[in-house]
């Protein structure tokens, strides 16, 4: 790997039905966004560690150079802020959001636009965002390095199931796992979204 390069581990986030949204209420979540996971990020004391972000639009990656279960942690409390706010809106401006969890190197560097971010890491992130299922509301999937973590964690508790497995364009096919901590954070997936194997959609804490 390039010099510099240095493990990340990616937190995906994509705004639900962004571009069905007049441009006030996409700034808005785009706003609610930013301030909500700057303050679980300065809650969970990531201090000089907070992450960088990759802003997509209709979301983003945030970059996190820590432990797992930190960002997993991280997560939890955003979803928590998110859950408050939208308890005080109207159900069209309310913030609904899925996840995707990915660890793998990134080379930082400054072109002539400014930072620049070379590795598969975002590219398998947004391969996981882009073939979660569009019917849930707040699922956080992961890949298997962030599973295998996971599995090593005495906290956060976890319930991880197997997912369907994701084909890319070049037919290489990710194993994806869905997450779940009861309560606040992530869904139950349906056993048709599951893996089709039985014995691969193992459940554990």
Known sequence: MADNATDFVVLGIDVISYSLRPLSLQKQAQDTLDRLLARAVKDMKWKTQKPEWIDAG????????????????????????????????????????????????????TGEFGKKYTGNALNNCARLLSGMSKKYKGQVVCSETIKSAISSFSQPAVVITRLADIEDKHGKKHPVYNLRRDPGLGVIPDASDQHPNPMERHQSM
């Open 58 to 109: 209709d979301g983003g990656y945030a970059l996190f150079r820590g432990e797992e279960a930190k960002v997993v942690e991280t997560l939890f409390a955003f979803q928590r802020l998110v859950d408050d706010d939208n308890a005080s809106r109207e159900e069209d401006a309310k913030l609904y959001l899925r996840y995707a969890l990915h660890k793998d190197q990134i080379l930082p560097w």
